[in-house]
């Protein structure tokens, strides 16, 4: 991905993948590198006070993990993650769940058409599982 360059002239990261996630320990570490081999951005977790394990095996995959100290929802969470996209300087990201339900497979395809500025947002659709 090329790194751009803010509106003060101040180089900007690319692009990053936000996941909401609340209790996804299971699944969460394949998630993420799911995401990690379709392409090179980085991954920050947001852990919406998970019960379970999900902190640990994000940051053994490879993840940032934000903690919330009390559960936002994934709205709340995600707007953590932008919060954190903002201060940090990225000038693209990604918010995609962390229960493997969004095909990582197809990230390239979805940030084309925002990337090469076409769009200023791409949201991705599946309509064989109608959402």
């Given at each position: 991905?090329p790194e751009?360059v803010?509106e003060?002239?101040?180089?900007?990261?690319?692009?990053?993948?936000?996941?909401p996630?609340?209790?996804?320990?299971?699944?969460?570490?394949?998630?993420i590198?799911?995401?990690q081999?379709?392409?090179?951005?980085?991954?920050?977790?947001?852990?919406?006070?998970?019960?379970?394990?999900?902190?640990?095996?994000?940051?053994?995959?490879?993840a940032?993990?934000?903690?919330l100290p009390?559960?936002l929802?994934?709205?709340?969470?995600?707007?953590t993650?932008?919060?954190?996209?903002?201060r940090?300087?990225?000038?693209?990201?990604i918010?995609?769940?962390?229960?493997g339900?969004?095909?990582a497979?197809?990230?390239?395809d979805?940030?084309r058409p925002?990337?090469?500025?076409?769009?200023?947002?791409a949201?991705g659709a599946c309509?064989?599982r109608g959402?």
């Amino acid at each position: 991905m090329p790194e751009r360059v803010g509106e003060s002239g101040e180089a900007l990261h690319s692009t990053l993948v936000l996941m909401p996630a609340f209790n996804e320990g299971p699944v969460i570490g394949s998630v993420i590198r799911e995401v990690q081999d379709a392409c090179a951005c980085p991954v920050v977790v947001i852990d919406d006070a998970s019960t379970d394990d999900t902190i640990a095996r994000a940051e053994a995959a490879g993840a940032t993990v934000i903690p919330l100290p009390a559960q936002l929802g994934a709205w709340g969470a995600t707007q953590t993650g932008l919060r954190y996209a903002l201060r940090h300087g990225y000038s693209t990201v990604i918010s995609m769940d962390a229960d493997g339900q969004h095909e990582a497979e197809f990230l390239q395809d979805l940030l084309r058409p925002v990337i090469e500025g076409e769009a200023d947002v791409a949201i991705g659709a599946c309509t064989r599982r109608g959402s």
